[in-house]
């Protein structure tokens, strides 16, 4: 059975930081491209950040140069790091398999200011 597990969420201040984890389960985690989404209630789920099976990056706009996503095959995670959080940043991010159906349950961000 495949598994996409998140954890990492919390509340920050505005200006902080939190790094989220995905661990995948029940299938060859070395050759999927992973990303991570988020949503607000209401609102469509936004795209944030994918990575590739070899590690090639790519970020929304809204993001780039304060979000880092990353792998590793061993632990079989994908991570986001996340750095400089703004209210507006709140929201329930997702890890996905990408090109799939397949995702996690969410954690929530919440940041205050």
């Known amino acids: 059975q495949v598994q996409l597990v998140e954890s990492g969420g919390g509340s920050v201040q505005a200006g902080g930081s939190l790094r989220l984890s995905c661990v995948v389960s029940g299938i060859n985690f070395r050759v999927l491209p992973m990303g991570w989404h988020r949503q607000v209630p209401g609102k469509e789920r936004d795209l944030v950040a994918t990575?590739?099976?070899?590690?090639?990056?790519n970020y929304a706009d809204f993001v780039k140069g304060r979000f880092t996503i990353s792998r590793d095959k061993d632990k079989k995670a994908v991570y986001l790091q996340m750095n400089f959080l703004d209210p507006e940043d709140t929201a329930v991010y997702y890890c996905q398999i990408e090109e799939t159906d397949r995702w996690g349950q969410g954690t929530q961000v919440t940041v205050s200011s």
């Open positions: 990575i590739t099976y070899d590690a090639r990056t």
